[in-house]
């Protein structure tokens, strides 16, 4: 394991091989927990506040179950008319 050292401003430098593997860039936030006697630093992206819905497990859940559908071929339409697609789910 790679040793790093703390400068003047409680600063470390995070070895290149984690920085590439977890895919980090200058400016990225990182989480901070104290473990035991261990520091550890988790990534972090940030979402915007009108964006987090769509990162809801109960939305996520519903969108890999349309993925996996799409996968499946399980598809409607095209449709030529709105009408066409309001008739199509009725019917379902």
Known sequence: MPIVKIGPKHQVTIPTQFFKTLDLRPGDLV???????????????????????????????????????IARGELSGPFETADELVRRLRKQ
């Open 31 to 69: 989480e901070a927990q104290l473990r035991d006697e261990a520091i550890v630093l988790i990534p972090q992206k940030l979402i915007p506040k009108d964006q987090a819905w769509f990162w809801t497990k109960e939305w996520q859940d519903k969108e890999k179950e349309a993925d996996e559908a």
